[in-house]
Nanobody, 115 residues
Framework: QVQLVESGGDLVQAGGSLRLSCAASGIKFAIKTMAWFRQAPGRQRESVAAITDSGPTDYADSVKARFTISRENGKNTVYLQMNSLKPEDTAVYYC?????????WGQGTQVTVSS
């Protein structure tokens, strides 16, 4: 069974940084695309960043130049380095892996940015 486990969420002041981690287990091959989504209270879940197993990345306009997604070579582990955090970045952040057309999600990790 595929499981995604996130960590790294915390309370941080505006302008600060956090690094989120997500490790996938229960799968023996490289997941082609892993991604981070976030959901703020009262809002729909939105895509933040995505990365393929060959390296190309994609970012939401709201986080470009502030967030960096990366993954360990040969491992289904993905990171999200978040710099210059803003109060509007406050949300539950979810790790996502799409395998054979099925979306798998982690339990989420809370990021709170105080002004």
């Amino acid at each position: 069974q595929v499981q995604l486990v996130e960590s790294g969420g915390d309370l941080v002041q505006a302008g600060g940084s956090l690094r989120l981690s997500c490790a996938a287990s229960g799968i023996k091959f490289a997941i082609k695309t892993m991604a981070w989504f976030r959901q703020a209270p009262g809002r729909q879940r939105e895509s933040v960043a995505a990365i393929t197993d060959s390296g190309p990345t994609d970012y939401a306009d709201s986080v470009k130049a502030r967030f960096t997604i990366s993954r360990e070579n040969g491992k289904n582990t993905v990171y999200l380095q978040m710099n210059s955090l803003k109060p509007e970045d406050t949300a539950v952040y979810y790790c996502n892996a799409r395998i054979f057309g099925v979306n798998f999600w982690g339990q989420g990790t809370q990021v709170t940015v105080s002004s």
